[in-house]
């Protein structure tokens, strides 16, 4: 049986930097991002640290092709599928932990 997953957006407190990803465990590795587990990372470096946007598929194959397409829009294309989800940009971290 398949596995299941997200492709997420987080950014950073000035909402400058996206990030896009994908995973089995959200809210495991929306906390990886948070306290800048890997401490040399893109992530960590900009200080990515707010969940933004996600969206559930229910296999990972699904999971990988869709962050492919996510990771190839423009900015603009990110920011009108982040505000289809979340128009204030908040921090989902509560809605998902």
């Known amino acids: 049986m398949q596995k299941g997953g997200h492709v997420y957006i987080m950014t950073n407190a000035h909402r400058t930097v996206l990030y896009t990803g994908m995973t ?3 809210v495991g590795r929306t906390d990886q991002h948070k306290t800048h587990f890997y ?8 200080n990515i640290e707010f969940l933004v946007y996600y969206e559930h598929h229910g296999h990972i194959t699904d999971v990988i092709i869709r962050e ?12 009108e599928l982040i505000n289809s989800m979340n128009p204030d940009w908040k921090d ?5 932990s």
């Open 24 to 26: 089995s465990d959200l």
């Open 39 to 46: 401490k040399n990372s893109f992530t960590a470096r900009y």
């Open 68 to 79: 492919k397409k996510v990771k190839k829009l423009s900015r603009s294309r990110k920011i």
């Open 92 to 96: 989902l971290w509560d809605e998902i």
